[in-house]
């Protein structure tokens, strides 16, 4: 515990940390010191000198900056001296010279600290008559920011976010004197994944978004917080929207997440709300053509059919898919729907590209993000956390660089984190098992790896490396490093809510509030609120397909999922669809997947619904409505509520927060979860408990047990590559499709080969190369890339105008088209 000392400040003496800086301390106890570099996520600087004070010594009084002087015992602070006043107004009419006083037009204009702080400290008025300064303006430093160099007070916030935060040090000063600016480097943009914060930590108005300029004042906004829905962190954010179209997301900071910081996809992945792509009324087909049609006739003709279904061949001829992208209060909608109303056990939050339901909702003791601040070691075995989480990416960062973890990553090719690792093992997909064994036999160059991991407290994030690897590595990576010293894991899915999806029951395996299915008590407490629950045995999203395929289902409800983009064997997905008879989608636009629907209904969006989510680390936190949905689109629940009284079973919910409180009854886990609790008492999100409900199956061997594990290995087939098939931030997911700032950005589908592996077959850097699965063949650009392993060929997952290639491990690869069958 940190000592605390006595300083006055001001006339008032207060009790402090030791050691805490004195622009903290006085902030901290109401005395607020003006200050342009200073930052509280970020190192401290002292360059902008607006921060001065005056502090009495043995050697008499100085004036010095309080963002780089520590408090200690008996300190004496005067803030607010005429010698103090005097300093500071001096600096502001310095930081003005020039400074254009383009107010009006500013984009920063309203909530402008430079714009405050002159009111409040400045002069007065300025002394200087001469010409001002002038440079081209702006000047677009990436797609998504636009640089005013005009306005830069030159505080160096843009610049230390990007090095010391993002790890991107893509921008920085350039010339001397009165002719310092900021700039990138020749032929390099500022294409960082997180300049957005950027924009939202410049004291003045010198960098914009692309995505905001000039579209509205500060004053003209209205603002709830929420949490992003974008990846599974749960990050808080300040949604703001004027006359009903929101225009953007800013972070806030909430310590216990991502501590202020967004990601682009997260700070900019808001235009899909008001994209005119969305549906605005309920779409049937006819004679294979979609048509306009209203609530009335489209609901009808849902109960009809799933009615006639129901009656003819059971409530388990029918499968849901989806919900891990909808609120908590919907996803149970979803589970209650598809057990009670339909009859089914076929459902699932996950696409094919996760985890074991019970793993993920079960594995105990449990990792929080705030654990990795305090951790002695950190386990990497997951994707890309660059790629796939950005606000979890800086919080690993942050705990190797600002707290001395040492890092172990593991994956097939370079990651965002390379640069920071203690130690990086790279291995072919399929041959993780194999890996495992080396790690935990400690013999060789893993002896130093496992010596690091030895040292506790040790926090493991785990997951999916790519979607070719099998989903049992990743408990088996959970199993060996539950067995480290003072070890807790944090396990890795993607989309924004599938922990709160599956939390709600929406899995094959499991009941609301992590009850598994198959627990006779839990599922007769549950029978008695729901009354009878189907005991058939479920099918997850993979069996779901397969049987629509082979007839064993005849329809499918789709919450919010595009199966055909999403999950990683995209023909397996594509024919069982096809060969439904029946398929009703609720969703915000028309996708890949449901244009092959029958009856397609338009559902409400993030920030036009209130609600509750939960995220890996099974912290719940609410989400709020600031704009109501366009056209006739409804909420989820409110869809499958009236479906159910047309088949004369009605889930009879109220609202959202009727249903909300129906899960703190039922879900044992929940219990006690409210609204009010997370608006008044829970501000960052409370925490739901892990290892009081469902333990998890692991399907893995003893850690230990090497025969075993290397047995679970796999080999591509003879003269074939293995392949590397993961995500990237920017995709052609439907969401970015319609977000237009980030949709450009996805960097393309590509063929990426060891430099020895391309010169093997001919290949050189840009030239086309045919890749070939077992269902699939497609010609692409290679890419040499040296961070993989020779025979292992790396292809991003899901990008614009390419077809899917499949999950399998095994792939042919040949220069053009000399590929045999």
């Not at 040492?406 to 041959?431: E, F, S």
Request: charged content about 25%.
């Amino acid at each position: 515990m940190t000592d605390l000392v006595k300083i006055t400040v001001d006339g008032r003496e207060i009790e402090v940390p030791a050691g805490e800086l004195v622009i903290k301390a006085a902030q901290d106890h109401g005395t607020y010191i003006p200050r342009f570099c200073w930052h509280p996520r970020m190192k401290e600087v002292g360059m902008c000198r607006m921060c001065l004070v005056e502090i009495e010594t043995p050697r008499g009084t100085i004036l010095t900056t309080s963002c780089t002087t520590p408090a200690s015992a008996g300190m004496v602070v005067h803030t607010a001296s005429e010698t103090t006043k005097k300093a500071q107004a001096g600096i502001l009419e310095f930081l003005l010279i020039n400074h254009p006083l383009d107010c009006p037009v500013c984009d920063k204009g309203g909530e402008c600290p430079l714009q405050d702080q002159t009111m409040a400290y400045g002069p007065g008025e300025s002394r200087f008559v001469e010409e001002k300064r002038h440079f081209e303006k702006p000047i677009p430093i990436s797609d998504l920011v636009f640089l005013d160099r005009e306005r830069c007070i030159l505080c160096a916030r843009c610049t230390r976010f990007a090095d010391e935060i993002a790890g991107d040090p893509l921008i920085e000063f350039k010339d001397r004197g009165n002719h310092t600016q900021v700039q990138t480097f020749p032929d390099l943009p500022f294409s960082s994944y997180f300049s957005g914060n950027t924009v939202q930590i410049c004291p003045v108005g010198a960098l914009t978004a692309s995505a905001y300029r000039f579209k509205a004042r500060p004053w003209d906004l209205r603002r709830v917080e929420s949490s992003c829905s974008h990846c599974t962190v749960g990050c808080s954010i300040a949604v703001e929207a004027s006359r009903n179209d929101v225009l953007r997301f800013n972070g806030v900071d909430n310590d216990a997440t991502n501590q202020g910081w967004l990601s682009d996809k997260c700070r900019f992945g808001f235009e899909f709300i008001g994209s005119e792509n969305r549906l605005r009324t309920p779409l049937i087909k006819v004679d294979g053509e979609f048509q306009e049609t209203t609530w009335a006739d489209a609901l009808d003709l849902v109960a009809e059919r799933l009615g006639s279904i129901i009656e003819e061949h059971g409530g388990e001829a029918v499968g849901g898919i989806g919900g891990a992208r909808s609120t908590n209060e919907d996803a149970y909608a979803f589970g209650k729907f598809m057990r009670t109303v339909v009859g089914s056990n076929h459902l699932d939050a996950q696409l094919d590209d996760g985890l074991d339901a019970r793993f993920l909702a079960g594995v105990s003791p449990r990792a929080k993000i705030g654990d990795l601040d305090h951790a002695a070691a950190i386990l990497l075995w997951a994707p890309d956390l660059k790629e796939e989480s950005g606000s979890l990416y800086l919080r690993v960062r942050h705990a190797v660089q600002e707290g001395g973890a040492k890092l172990v990553v593991i994956h097939p090719r370079r990651t965002g984190l390379d640069d920071r690792a203690t130690h990086k093992l790279t291995y072919r997909p399929g041959q993780g098992f194999g890996l495992l064994a080396d790690l935990a036999g400690g013999e060789g160059d893993y002896a130093a790896v496992l010596e690091t991991l030895s040292h506790g407290p040790v926090v493991a994030i785990v997951g999916r490396t790519g979607l070719t690897e099998a989903p049992e590595l990743a408990e088996a990576v959970a199993g060996f490093a539950l067995g480290l010293p003072d070890a807790t894991v944090l396990p890795f899915a993607r989309r924004s809510n599938v922990f709160g999806a599956l939390d709600m029951g929406v899995a094959p395996s499991l009941l609301p509030g992590r009850v598994a299915a198959d627990d006779a008590e839990a599922m007769a407490q549950l029978e008695a609120v729901w009354g009878p629950i189907p005991t058939h045995e479920a099918r997850d999203t993979l069996g779901i397909l397969e049987g629509l395929a082979v007839g064993d289902l005849k329809a499918l409800i789709l919450l919010g999922a595009d199966p055909v983009r999403d999950v990683p064997d995209a023909t397996v997905a594509r024919r069982g669809i096809e060969a439904a008879e029946f398929v009703v989608a609720i969703d915000l636009f028309l996708t890949d997947t449901n244009q092959l629907a029958d009856v397609v209904l338009p559902a409400e969006a993030f920030g036009e619904k209130e609600g509750t989510v939960t995220n890996l680390e099974g912290r719940v936190q609410k989400v709020n409505r600031i704009v109501t949905g366009p056209g006739q689109s409804q909420a989820d629940w409110a869809i499958l509520d009236d479906i159910s009284r047309r088949l004369s079973k009605p889930l009879a919910f109220a609202s959202a927060e009727a249903i909300c409180k129906e899960i703190a009854d039922v879900a044992p886990a929940y219990a006690g979860m409210t609204w009010e609790l997370l608006e008044w008492d829970e501000k960052e999100g409370a925490v739901v408990p892990y290892g009081e409900a469902v333990q998890p199956l692991i399907h893995h061997p003893a850690a230990a047990d090497r025969k075993a594990l290397e047995a679970m290995s796999r080999q591509p087939s003879s003269g074939a590559f293995a392949l590397h098939l993961a995500r990237t931030l920017y995709d052609d997911g439907v969401l970015m499709r319609n977000s237009l700032s980030l949709h450009a950005l996805a960097p393309g589908a590509a063929v990426h080969l060891h430099p020895e592996d391309a010169g093997r077959l001919g290949v050189t850097e840009g030239a086309l190369v045919e890749v070939k699965s077992v269902d699939a063949s497609i010609r692409l650009p290679a890419v040499l890339d040296s961070s993989l392993l020779t025979g292992v060929v790396y292809v991003p997952f899901n990008q614009p105008w390419t077809p899917s290639l499949g999950a399998a491990l095994s792939v042919v690869v040949a220069a053009g088209k000399e590929v045999s069958a």
